[in-house]
């Protein structure tokens, strides 16, 4: 099974233009000409999905505005009432300012979305922030899943949001049992990753963390941070359509892992982890 846990998409209307901005706030950034490699919507991630043998693609959507929560969850249920047809199924969505956090987290296990994504960066919250530790807290007791974007953001280099220092800080205060880390522990923040969080309590995503042209994880790190974080706690993720699915699985399939450590990382683990 192979299940790729790092996704997004937007609405058909607003996908040309709100990915055509992002990639314009990357060059405008760093000079890197990112492109994505799907058209972004929903129909384009299912045919990416079938097309590469992938069984469920996760979205994880991010409500920049407390107001977007509820629509984005409820977008979320309607997906997911397609999955077995489509192959994607989404995440719910929170932000920190949501002051009625329990009520939308209740809301998000009795759809059944299975967990939540928060972005530090775009919500401009630090990641162990009490507003966040608070959602952290309350999603935990839930048993939801807890993704967030770690490291640099490429819209946002001036600041990072979720240091590996400001994670220890979540570990210390909250530990939630189920908490994934996208771009494998801090994308451009890896040897920091290596010191400080590996062997923790915590999910690696593999999400754009292996694109030619830009800063990414060598091979011989890769292996090395899976050999001691555990390929247990590793998830195949690519953040399409940043990312091409079939590229990256082709990436993870050369890098020479045993065939146990490849199935736990391609979907074994996220099945367990998502209960799917
Ligand atoms: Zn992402």
Redesign the pocket.
Known sequence: MIIDT?T?TFPDRIATRALAGMEKSIVDNHGWDVKIKVAGTRDALSESTKKNGVDISVV?PVATKPEQSVSINEFAAHTNEKTKETGVFSLGAIHPDNEDYKDILDDIKKKGLKGIKVHPDYQKVEFDDPRYLRIFKYADELGLVIVT?AGEDIGFPEKIHCTPDMVLNVLNKVNPKKLVL?HMGGWNLWDEVEEKLVGKNVYFDT??SFEKGIPHLEKEQFLRIVEKHGADKILFAT?SP?SDQGYTLERLKEFGMSEEALNLILGENAKKLFEF
Do not use: E, I, S
């Open positions: 790092h997004h994880v974007h996208a999400a754009f953040d940043w």
